[in-house]
């Protein structure tokens, strides 16, 4: 069983900064890709941000160049640092793991910004 588990939300103003953390217990394993997806209301899921076993990253357009992915796999914590936040931003944040990035789900950490 894989539990992953997100924190580090909140409420920021426009242009503001926010670290997401999930951190992964279970049956997790070193070959697995990890990512973050967003859900705005009334929106589909997005794919925001992804980390492979070997370290390569890969972003949403839009977010590319504000936002970093990271992990420490000594502590089998995945990170989001959001930058330069945008109103648009706003949604819930899921963290997600497997061999395709989105076999196992978090229940998510809300982001607002406000303008």
């Known amino acids: 069983q894989v539990q992953l588990v997100e924190s580090g939300g909140g409420s920021v103003q426009s242009g503001g900064s926010l670290r997401l953390s999930c951190v992964a217990s279970?049956?997790?394993?070193?070959?697995?890709?990890m990512a973050w997806f967003r859900q705005a209301p009334g929106k589909e899921r997005e794919g925001v941000a992804a980390?492979?076993?070997?370290?390569?990253?890969s972003y949403e357009g839009s977010v590319e160049g504000r936002f970093t992915i990271s992990q420490d796999n000594a502590k089998n914590t995945l990170y989001l640092q959001m930058n330069s936040l945008k109103p648009e931003d706003t949604a819930m944040y899921y963290c997600?793991?497997?061999?395709?990035?989105?076999?196992?789900w978090g229940q998510g950490t809300q982001v607002t910004v406000s303008s």
């Open positions: 997600a793991a497997g061999m395709t990035c989105n076999n196992y």
């Open positions: 980390i492979g076993s070997d370290g390569t990253t």
């Open positions: 279970g049956d997790t394993y070193d070959n697995w890709c």
